[in-house]
C-alpha cells in the first residue's frame, strides 16, 4: 500500500508541508522544537541540512505518523526509524496476543481490528451479526470496514439512520486524510462519497435533546438494535504496523440490543 509520494522532494519542503497542513507557525513550532526560527527556516528552505535527531524531533512535534516519518528520514538521507512488521511476524507474537484477547474477551459484543486503510485485520465471532448482512462479494479479502458498511450491498440497507452513521464514519476518514496526507484514503473517500444515500446526511454533528454519541442503529431480521462503539489503539507503538491498528468494540446501547447479543450468541453462530 502506497502513502504520500515524497520520491525526489526535499525533507525541507515536506516539513513546510506537514507544517502548513496542521497550521502551525513557524514560531511556534521553533518554539515547540527548541530550535531557532532561523535555523529551522533554512531547514525548509533547504540552506541546512537537519541531523536525524532533529529531523524525529520535528516529526514528533508535527505529529506525523510513524509511516511518513520514515519517509521524511529518507528524504533527509536517513534510514528509516520505525520498523514496519507484518502481523504475522514472530516479533510481532505479543500483539497478535493481546487483539485476539481483546477480541475474544468483548464477546458477545461485536469487535474489530482494522489497518490505517480501514482493512479488516481480526475481530471476533459476534462480527457476524453485521457481516452476515454483506454481499459476500464485499466479504472477499481484503475486506474493508467502511466499504462494508456503506455500500449498498452492505450494511447499509440495514442500517436505520445511515445518513447520520454515514456522515460519523466519513467525518473520521476525512481527519486521517488530513492527519496523514494518505492518497489511498483520499480515494476510498472519493469512493465511499459515490455511493448513494437517501437519507439526509448531516453536515456538521450536532446531537440532538439528550444525545451523548452517535448511535449505530441497525436491523437484524425483526429486531431494531442500537449500537456506541469505542476506539482503541496502542498506547506506545514504535513499529508502523502497531500504530496503525484500531481496535473497535462495539457496545449495546440498551437493554433489548444486550439480551438480543446474548441470544445470537448462545445460537452458536460462527
Not at 37 to 47: A, K, P
Not at 148 to 155: A, K
Not at 186 to 195: A, D, F, N, V
Not at 239 to 254: G, H, N, Q, Y
Amino acid at each position: 500500500m502506497t502513502t504520500t509520494v515524497t520520491a525526489g522532494r526535499p525533507v525541507g519542503e515536506l516539513l513546510r508541508e506537514w507544517r502548513d497542513r496542521r497550521r502551525i507557525s513557524q514560531l511556534d513550532l521553533a518554539i515547540s522544537a527548541d530550535i531557532s526560527t532561523r535555523h529551522l527556516s533554512f531547514v525548509e528552505t533547504g540552506r541546512s541540512k537537519p541531523s536525524r535527531d532533529m529531523v524525529l524531533r520535528l516529526g514528533e512535534h508535527l505529529e506525523v505518523p510513524l509511516r511518513e516519518r520514515n519517509q521524511l528520514l529518507l528524504a533527509a538521507g536517513y534510514a528509516p526509524a520505525y520498523a514496519e512488521s507484518g502481523l504475522g511476524a514472530p516479533e510481532m507474537a505479543a500483539v497478535r496476543k493481546a487483539v485476539r484477547q481483546l477480541m475474544t474477551s468483548h464477546e458477545p459484543y461485536p469487535a474489530a481490528v482494522a489497518d490505517r486503510w480501514w482493512n479488516l485485520v481480526d475481530a471476533n465471532a459476534s462480527i457476524s451479526i453485521m457481516t452476515g448482512l454483506v454481499s459476500p462479494a464485499l466479504m472477499t479479502p481484503p475486506v474493508n470496514v467502511l466499504r462494508v458498511t456503506l455500500h449498498p450491498e452492505g450494511m447499509a440497507p440495514h442500517v436505520l439512520n445511515l445518513g447520520e452513521w454515514r456522515a460519523h464514519l466519513l467525518g473520521r476518514l476525512r481527519r486521517q486524510v488530513t492527519q496523514t496526507a494518505d492518497p489511498a484514503l483520499t480515494e476510498l473517500l472519493e469512493e465511499l462519497l459515490s455511493y448513494p444515500c437517501a437519507d439526509p446526511v448531516p453536515e456538521v454533528e450536532v446531537p440532538g435533546p439528550g444525545d451523548i454519541f452517535v448511535p449505530l442503529k441497525l436491523r437484524h431480521e425483526d429486531a431494531e438494535l442500537t449500537f456506541f462503539s469505542t476506539v482503541s489503539t496502542f498506547g506506545t507503538p514504535l513499529d508502523v504496523t502497531v500504530a496503525e491498528l484500531v481496535i473497535e468494540s462495539f457496545f449495546p446501547a440498551d437493554a433489548d440490543t444486550a439480551e438480543y447479543l446474548r441470544a445470537y450468541a448462545a445460537r452458536g453462530v460462527e
